[in-house]
């Protein structure tokens, strides 16, 4: 079968369509600039509601917005934010927006990483599972709900629910739970439950699977070749579970190709012939998702400004496909950055309304979405937050955030998550060590390991350097001053907004590839061994490469995570300093020196 995506000739609009459809709609508002220069892309973060987009709001009654780090600024900043997208809803009689964040934990979290409970990720829960079951995935679901909502968000796209069988994935990794299907499903329902158990309506992705890709469907189309047992057993198993047992707010598609459970083929825009990805597929999101599998909350698709959709299909083609293959919400079909991009949008609103009335979509399925979409806002009670005055709602916010449990739970999630693979012998640190290399992925890691040892072995003598910024020449050279090398690596590689500035955002067009780095590493590593020096090495990351640096390490630790946190300070002699500390190299250190045992599982298989 081969699907058209070209668009048919328009007709009167229905003035009545209009609100259904734009309910099914959700914006990001990342940045808005005004039109003097539309020769400059806009890049002003949107951390106040300018009137255009108010009236946007008012006039069009979409369904939700999403908010990104950009947005967000600290605890008064966002509820005043957050307080004035829903007043713009209110005022003209809408529904209370949906009001959705990121917030997975570990790698993936969007509130300032001084304001909210960040946690160490699903793989670092993972590591947990062995010995504390489902412990850190209900109390982080508890904990980030309870943030999250003192903030005035009601939707979290999160868990991700994915199954990391490929080593390779570039995109999921330790954003997953591990590589067993009934850890994951059990690990993500309680996380979900957790939840929206607090009130905040959770989001399962990516339906039905992204654990076995190596393509990042923001930049490409990844297919999954699984055959029926292995999609049921494995891709579909977290869905399935939680489904059964729970009832989930929301489930996000995957943009990927799954040709055992669709291999219906379309026309792109560019002329080519393409297998439909999840989020166009009927098959798998109607046939699948909503009737065999009998989930009843919301299907939301991933962003559909990613390169797995945009390339393929124009924006109004792109939401009338997906809402004919039964999504429920459109995530990002238009991108709106100046008041004249507005008009774009209440003409998708026109042309998707046109596309219902000429049949091309459903019209009985398009209100029986509607309502599905009015009944999870009215469960969930998403205007109930906006009776609280402004003012004691950021009272209260500031207290949920500031809490002291939150931090510990944080804590102890990181202490839990260490996993030892190998120590011959060399851990904990005595006293045959004095001086010691640290060799970093960056300055920030350096300045956060070297913090958190000296606080624990404040006689030790330690150097650091940063592998973006430090030759390997120049480490081995200082090897003969040492005692012991421990270097650290996180694979895949931090995109430019994860590293931490300084010399290696400045200098990241110099920066030596992820291959030349490991390269340097081991050379280091077998060169000091040679030398007699103590190694070990640290996975801040997927531990899949630990494997290269077992005959080179003497002891080898997955920690899943590597998240800091930046704080400034004047000390007694009025310099200005800065450092960098988090959980995780609390926890790192504290089995370093000997404080705690390693306690976690791998729960990936590394060979």
């Known amino acids: 079968m081969l699907l058209s995506a070209s668009c048919a000739v328009k007709t009167k609009v229905d003035p009545i369509l209009n609100p259904i459809v734009a309910q099914k709609l959700m914006l990001d508002l990342r940045y808005f600039c005004d039109d003097a220069d539309l020769e400059k892309t806009c890049r002003t973060p949107v951390t106040k509601l300018p009137q255009p987009l108010a009236d946007m709001i008012s006039d069009t009654g979409i369904g939700g917005v999403i908010l990104f780090a950009e947005n967000l600024q600290n605890t008064r900043q966002i509820l005043t934010l957050n307080y004035a997208l829903q007043q713009a809803a209110k005022r003209a009689g809408h529904l209370p927006l949906f009001i959705a964040i990121d917030q997975e934990g570990g790698r993936v979290v969007r509130l300032p990483q001084n304001l909210g409970t960040s946690f160490a990720g699903n793989m670092a829960i993972g590591a947990t599972f062995a010995k504390h079951g489902d412990k850190f995935a209900r109390e982080s679901g508890e904990i980030m709900a309870k943030e999250l909502m003192s903030l005035g968000f009601n939707v979290n796209f999160a868990p991700t629910v994915d199954v990391n069988v490929n080593p390779l994935n570039p995109v999921i990794n330790v954003r997953s739970y591990g590589e067993d299907a009934n850890i994951v499903a059990q690990l993500g329902t309680a996380q979900m439950a957790a939840m929206q158990h607090q009130g905040m309506i959770a989001t399962l992705k990516h339906f039905p699977g992204h654990g076995d890709t190596s393509v990042d469907s923001h930049t490409g189309l990844p297919r999954v070749d699984h055959d029926l047992q292995q999609i049921e057993a494995v891709d579909l198993k977290p869905f399935s579970y939680a489904i ?78 997906t809402f004919s293959a039964g999504a429920d919400i459109a995530l990002m079909p238009i991108t709106i950055r100046r008041p004249s991009d507005i008009a774009n949008l209440k003409q998708l609103i026109s042309d998707v309304t046109n596309a219902v009335q000429q049949g091309r979509l459903n019209r009985k399925e398009i209100d029986v979405s509607a309502q599905r979409i009015a009944a999870l806002k009215a469960s969930y009670q998403l205007s109930k937050p906006q009776t609280l005055p402004i003012d004691q709602a950021i009272v209260s916010a500031q207290a949920t955030l500031d809490s002291l449990a939150h931090k510990m739970v944080e804590q102890q999630l990181a202490n839990s998550a260490i996993v030892m693979i190998k120590n011959s012998g060399v851990l904990p640190l005595d006293n045959s060590v004095t001086n010691l290399l640290l060799v970093m992925p960056d300055t920030t890691k350096c300045m956060g390991l070297t913090l958190a040892l000296k606080n624990r072995l404040p006689t030790l003598n330690i150097k650091c350097n940063s592998v973006a910024s430090v030759d390997a020449d120049v480490n081995l050279l200082a090897l003969d001053q040492v005692d012991m090398v421990i270097t650290a690596d996180i694979t895949p590689d931090q995109s430019l907004a994860e590293l931490g500035g300084m010399d290696d955002i400045q200098h990241r067009r110099e920066r030596s590839t992820k291959q030349q780095q490991i390269s340097q590493q081991l050379r280091m590593l077998e060169a000091a061994q040679q030398l007699g020096k103590k190694t070990l090495f640290i996975s801040l990351r997927t531990p899949y490469n630990s494997r290269l640096f077992a005959p080179y390490a003497d002891a080898i630790l997955a920690s899943f995570a590597y998240r800091l946190t930046k704080s400034e300070y004047m000390d007694d002699s009025g310099r200005s300093i800065t450092q960098y500390d988090g959980p995780i190299f609390n926890a790192l250190a504290d089995v370093i020196s000997g404080r705690i045992q390693a306690q976690g599982s791998l729960p990936v298989t590394v060979q």
Do not use: C, W
């Open 244 to 321: 059964d047992r729970d009832a989930p707010g929301m489930i996000m598609t995957a943009h990927i190709q799954y040709p055992q459970l669709d291999n219906t083929e379309f026309m792109a825009k560019d002329g080519n012939t393409v297998i439909l990805p999840a989020t166009m597929s009927r098959k798998i999101l109607t046939d699948l998702l909503r009737d065999k599998m009998e989930f009843k909350g919301l299907i939301v698709t991933d962003a559909l400004n990613m390169a797995g959709i945009a390339h393929y299909f124009d924006q109004t083609e792109a939401v009338v496909q």
